[in-house]
């Protein structure tokens, strides 16, 4: 089946710090990709999403590009913040059998940025 | 607007018993999804509906099991709990069976002891 990887963390940054997280994934067809963010104490949040290839989403500075060719989606920022301190899951969308779609996550990839 | 809202927001039950956690989507939203989210690891597909129907079925044991209701709120029931049980219980909606972008409530934290 379809699957994300994702790279481990901790990654801890310095406020204004580019942050990259990076996310590859595996897929029969041609997925739609998202990423959500899990801020401490809260759920999940969508944070970007690009449903075909090329498609860059973007959203509160960050952004990632599909690349269908790298199988990739990895997540941008050119300056974090210390707000940005959060757990962050790439994940694809997989139809299902009978008529629905389920999303499958990667483990997530927690980031801590010092002031 | 509201959004998801789920209940209840945490509870504890003894291994062998029974619990129903349960949702609401968002207002104009169809279909429900459930999703198990252990500790350190990202949510695992559960459950689809769509309309009051299955649409989806991830690799769970059938003590898991599911329902949708007219108005779209949904339960999820997990029958002779397991200590593996105990986990995040994250409810999402999204406006259609096929409409691929999932919205979550905060869920409900579930711990077996």
Not at chain 1, 107 to 112: C, H, N, P
Not at chain 2, 45 to 50: E, G, L, P, S
């Amino acid at each position: 089946g379809d699957s994300v990887t994702q790279m481990e963390g901790p990654v801890t940054l310095s406020e204004e710090a580019f942050l990259t997280i990076n996310c590859t994934y595996t897929a029969t067809g041609y997925p739609s990709l998202f990423w959500y963010v899990q801020y401490p104490g809260e759920g999940l949040q969508l944070l970007l999403k690009a449903t075909k290839a090329d498609d860059k989403g973007s959203n509160k500075g960050f952004e990632a590009t599909y690349r269908k060719e790298t199988t990739s989606f990895h997540l941008e920022k050119g300056s974090v913040q210390v707000s940005d301190s959060a757990v962050y899951f790439c994940a694809l969308s997989e139809f299902t059998d009978t008529g629905g779609f389920k999303t499958i996550f990667g483990a997530g990839t927690r980031l801590f940025v010092k002031a | 607007d509201a959004g998801v809202t789920q209940s209840p927001t945490h509870l504890i039950k003894t291994r062998g018993q029974h619990v129903t956690l349960r949702c609401s989507p968002i207002s104009g939203h169809k279909s429900v999804s459930w999703y198990q989210q252990v500790l350190g690891q990202g949510p695992q597909f559960i459950f689809q509906y769509y309309e009051k129907e299955e649409r989806g079925r991830g690799n769970f044991p059938d003590r898991f099991s599911a329902r949708q209701f007219p108005n779209y709120s949904s339960e999820l029931n997990v029958n002779a709990l397991l200590l593996g049980d105990s986990a995040l219980y994250l409810c999402a909606s999204s406006l259609s069976s096929s409409g691929n972008t999932i919205y979550f409530g905060e869920g409900s934290w579930l711990t077996v002891v």
